[in-house]
């Protein structure tokens, strides 16, 4: 069964702090992405990326990067958490072509920054 | 105009009746489209996909498109208490990326 998976399913951090996000999926994707989820502002695209170490921003990039070294494995980093953070985070992949299967997504990771 | 716009509900359908859920997206190149749902706490699943215009039909579900109108719909026929759940509609904007682009979600309630 593929899978996305999400290193941590809940997390606490505090203010000021440096957090990794990491996402290891085992389909051999070419693209990866990360969302944040929010009461009534739906999914937003944070960063995503097509290959290794290539990176692209998303529609609210501001406090984050990404890292990419490996084809498996996509992280996301909050250089400097903040309280407006606190959200429920979503890795997703997909193959280059993979209109047809659209994302696989991984069970989340909900973040609360205190 | 955000890019993909739904109701956000709640619908709610009594048990056996077909629930309708609706998507309007505003960029006309639009090629491909999806319907997620989302249960409480878990994260999206992919339920259908369409590509061309007319109806898609997978089970109890039918997914429609009209790219003329720019509007995408699902039908769930029967529908039952398990198909409570949130249900978000999803465009493809750039086909070169495969970037998604999601509408924030219809709540479907299913009541026994």
């Known amino acids: 069964d593929v899978k996305v998976t999400q290193s941590s399913r809940y997390l606490v951090k505090r203010t000021g702090e440096k957090v990794f996000l990491e996402c290891v999926q085992d389909?051999?994707?070419?693209?990866m992405f990360w969302y944040r989820q929010d009461p009534g502002l739906g999914l937003r695209l944070i960063y995503f990326?097509?290959?290794?170490?290539?990176?692209e921003k998303g529609d609210i990039p501001e406090g984050y990067s990404v890292s990419r070294e490996k084809k498996e494995r996509f992280s996301l980093i909050l250089e400097s958490a903040s309280t407006n953070q606190t959200s429920m985070y979503l890795c997703a992949s997909s193959s280059l072509g993979g209109t047809e299967l659209g994302y696989t997504f991984g069970s989340g990771t909900r973040l609360t920054v205190v | 105009q955000k890019e993909v716009e739904q109701n956000s509900g709640p619908l709610s359908v009594p048990e056996g009746a077909i629930a309708s859920l609706n998507c309007t997206y505003s960029?006309?190149?639009?090629?491909?489209f999806f319907w997620y749902r989302q249960y409480s706490g878990k994260s999206p699943e992919l339920i259908m996909s369409?590509?061309?215009?007319g109806d898609k039909e997978d089970g109890r579900f039918t997914a429609q498109l009209n790219k003329a109108s720019q509007y995408v719909s699902l039908l769930i026929r029967d529908s039952q208490p398990s198909d409570s759940a949130t249900y978000l509609c999803?465009?493809?904007?750039?086909?070169?990326?495969?970037?998604?682009?999601f509408g924030t979600g219809t709540l479907l309630a299913v009541q026994p």
């Open positions: 990326s097509y290959d290794v170490k290539m990176k």
């Open positions: 999803s465009v493809i904007l750039d086909g070169a990326t495969n970037k998604l682009i």
């Open positions: 369409i590509y061309s215009n």
């Open positions: 389909m051999d994707h070419e693209n």
């Open positions: 960029d006309r190149g639009s090629q491909s």
